[in-house]
Nanobody
Framework: VQLVESGGGLVQPGGSLRLSCVSS????????IGWFRQAPGKEREGVSC????????YYTDSVKGRFTIVRDNAKNTVYLQMDSLKPEDTAVYYC???????????????????WGQGTQVTVSS
């Protein structure tokens, strides 16, 4: 079971990035998927999550209207489209997965079993 993120980088405020998370070793169809982030000195927080059973989504308040999570089960890939980026979005972003049989409608960090290595997103002028 492996998750690999990509797409991070340095972007100016107001810019956009698209993060990708590719899974191997398990089909995404049966897993809830989440994007989380951790800024220096802060706890890891749930940014956006997608349920396995019906694809419903959750966004933390600070990213609503700016970020979009997209699940492509056929490609075993989940994307996080990030628009109108702000300096406070700077963090290491992680994708994570949890089996549907364990949890589904959740964006709580401690519910997730499988984690990627993270990708750095820096928003700065």
């Amino acid at each position: 079971v492996q998750l690999v993120e990509s797409g991070g980088g340095l972007v100016q405020p107001g810019g956009s990035l698209r993060l990708s998370c590719v899974s191997s070793g398990f089909p995404l169809d049966y897993y809830a998927i989440g994007w989380f982030r951790q800024a220096p000195g802060k706890e890891r927080e749930g940014v956006s999550c997608s349920s396995a059973s019906d694809g419903s989504t959750y966004y933390t308040d600070s990213v609503k209207g700016r970020f979009t999570i997209v699940r492509d089960n056929a490609k075993n890939t989940v994307y996080l489209q990030m628009d109108s980026l702000k300096p406070e979005d700077t963090a290491v972003y992680y994708c994570a997965a949890i089996a549907l049989s364990t949890y589904d409608y959740t964006c709580l960090t401690y519910h997730y079993d499988y984690w990627g290595q993270g990708t750095q997103v820096t928003v700065s002028s």
